[in-house]
C-alpha cells in the first residue's frame, strides 16, 4: 500500500470520472479485474481488511456471495469493536489476515438480501447510516428506521455516515458539525443505542475530509471514524482514518482480489 494519506491519487482528485465509473460498477470490475491475476487474496499476510459496499441489487447477490464465501475461507472476520480494539491494542491482533464488513448510505436491500446471507456465513457487519435516507413509517423502496432496528436486533452494528451526505469539506465548520453530530442524535433517538463509529462520505482524505473533520469528528463523541481509501492496517492505525477497501458486489473476485492488495 503506498497511497499517502495526504497524496489523494488521481481518481481521487477526478471525482467526475470517479462518480462516471463508480455509476457504472459492471464496467469498473472489468478494467480492475485483471490487476487481481498476480494476487491470491491475503492468507500468509496478517493485518486489517475493511471492506466497503453500498448497495446491493437483486442481480448482485450472487456476486456478493461469492466475494464472502472467498473471503472466509482466507481469514477470520471481525466486528467493528474488534478492529477498533485491535489497531488501538496492538497485542491484540491476531495471526493471519482479518475482515471486517461495512455498508454504506442507506439501502432496503441491507435487510433483504444482504443481512440474509450475513447470516446464513455468521458474519458480523456495520452499517453507516445517512440518516436523511432513511424513512419513517413503511416503505417498499427505502430502508426504514424499522429496518434499521430489525439490523440491529440480528447483532450487526450501526454507524453514522452524516445527516445529508454532503462532502464535508464542501461545508462550513457549522455545517460539518451538524452533520456529524446531528446524525448521532438521530441514529440514538430512533434506535435507542450509542452510535461511537462514523464514515466520511466519499472518504478520501485530503480531498472529503481534512484533519479538522477528524477532530471534530472526536469531539463529537465519535470513537473511530472511516476513510474509503484501501489498504491493509496494522498495529498503531489511526482510529480516525481507518482504511476501507471500496467494493462492488458486481465485481467478479478477481477484481475484489486487486481492491484488497491496494
Ligand atoms: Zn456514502
Redesign the pocket.
Known sequence: MSTSLTAPRLGAVLPGPRSWLRARPWLQGLLVAPGGLPHDLPHGVGGIYVLLYHGVEASHVAGLRSHLEALVDRGRFLSWDDVVTAVQEPESIPAGPLFCLSF??GHKEWVDRVLPLLQEHNLPATFFL?TDRVVTGTSRTSLTWRDCAELVGAGMAIGS?TVT?RRLTGLSDAEASYELTGSKEIIEQRLGLQVRDFSY??GLPGLDYTARHREMASAAGYRSAASALPGRMERGHSVFDLRRCGLSPAWPVLAMRKRVHE
Do not use: E
Open positions: 454504506d448510505d445517512a455516515h451526505h462520505p466519499f
